[in-house]
């Protein structure tokens, strides 16, 4: 998502968020992509007839009126826009016994899956939240003797791709050369099972776009083994940023997964800003001319078309972020906004909080 249009996002939920009804009398509607807009106006029209019910004259005042206006707001659009629609709609003042109905349609940055009619003492925001999530992709794998799951974590979202079941017997308890023939019989299909969750995971991994980590748990010493056996190939292995220690091999094993791992999930989205900073601070020690900082040197970089990457900190604040980020797009210039959570975060803020890697050098 480009940052100009996350920042405009994140400052209508703001505003959105800071809105409470005294009572169930705020109107949210999710409109999916690729829904007819005509079944949503047509259910409105009938939420209109259940108001009429409500008790309180200054409830059903405000549910009516937003409604209203919501309905008057679908009136502009021929159409369900290509991403889905939210649309928001309720009395936004403060004074008791004062109406003040205002609507917010908002067209989301990517496809919206959500349908949704609500009428309560807040908006509901969660969908266009997630939207606002690292949308970085995690592999996700439980493993033990008996089964495994594998999954994929993106932004909250945990989605299972496959959960399997082993052929391996349990420990055989007897002694004496039975025992030792089957051990040796249980260690081979041991090793089989590795193979096929590994070919599983392979499969699954290897249609992956922006697979960023992959996060590995059990509830025994199968998950080591499994990956110090050789069993994943290396561009997998390599890819293997936690082994945790959990309770399940199921969805539920998977959920457990992602908690215990949150530290690192953290660290991973921190640490690429670490780097960042970090080559941009070495560039500007050996290669000067090769990188731009402060407002106004980052602003005519970026004006020339000399900008390739702007690091913006966090700390400059939201209507700087959403200026440059809309200058940006406008010339081909990435952005990133850097938090104030590291060392190297703090330094970019010390500097002014803008910085540019340069296509060339700019006199």
Known sequence: MDEAVKVKLKRVLK?????????????????????????????????????????????????????????????LYRQTPPNGMALFSG?????????????????????LAVK?????????????????????????LVIDHKDATIGLLKGKSIR???????????????????????????????????????????????????????????PGPAKENFLDGGFLPN???????????????????LQELVERSQDVLKSEEVMEEKI????????????????????????????VGGAERLLISESVGDEEIEKFSELAGRFGTTVIVVSRETKEGEQLAQLGGFAAFLRFRID
């Open 116 to 140: 949704m009619y609500r009428c309560d003492q807040d908006f509901v925001l969660e969908p266009l939240k997630d939207m606002l999530e690292a949308k970085n992709v995690y592999g996700l």
């Open 160 to 218: 299972v791709l496959k959960s399997m079941d082993s052929i391996v017997p349990g420990k055989y308890r007897a002694g004496g050369q039975s025992a030792q023939r089957f051990e040796r019989v249980r260690e081979n299909l041991t090793r089989d099972w590795y193979r096929i969750v590994a070919t599983q995971m392979r499969g699954f991994m290897e249609k992956v776009e922006n697979l960023k980590g992959i996060i590995v748990g059990g």
């Open 235 to 253: 561009e997998l292995r390599n890819k293997v940023i936690a082994v945790q220690d959990i309770g399940y091999t199921n969805e539920s094993g």
């Open 15 to 75: 505003e959105l968020e800071s809105i409470h009804g005294r009572h169930t009398e705020l109107i949210t509607v999710y409109i999916p992509a690729g829904y007819d807009l005509n079944l949503t106006r047509s259910q409105l029209s009938q939420e209109q007839g259940t108001a009429m019910n409500i008790k309180s004259k200054t409830t059903r005042k405000n549910v009516l009126a937003s409604l209203e206006k919501a309905m008057q707001e679908l009136k």
């Open 276 to 303: 960042l900073v970090s080559q941009f601070l070495g560039k500007l020690s050996m290669d000067p001319d090769s990188v731009a900082y402060g407002k106004d040197e980052v602003k005519h970089a970026i004006e």
């Open 91 to 111: 009395n936004a003042s403060q004074r008791e016994g004062v109406q003040d109905i205002k609507v917010w349609a908002i067209e989301p940055p990517v496809p």
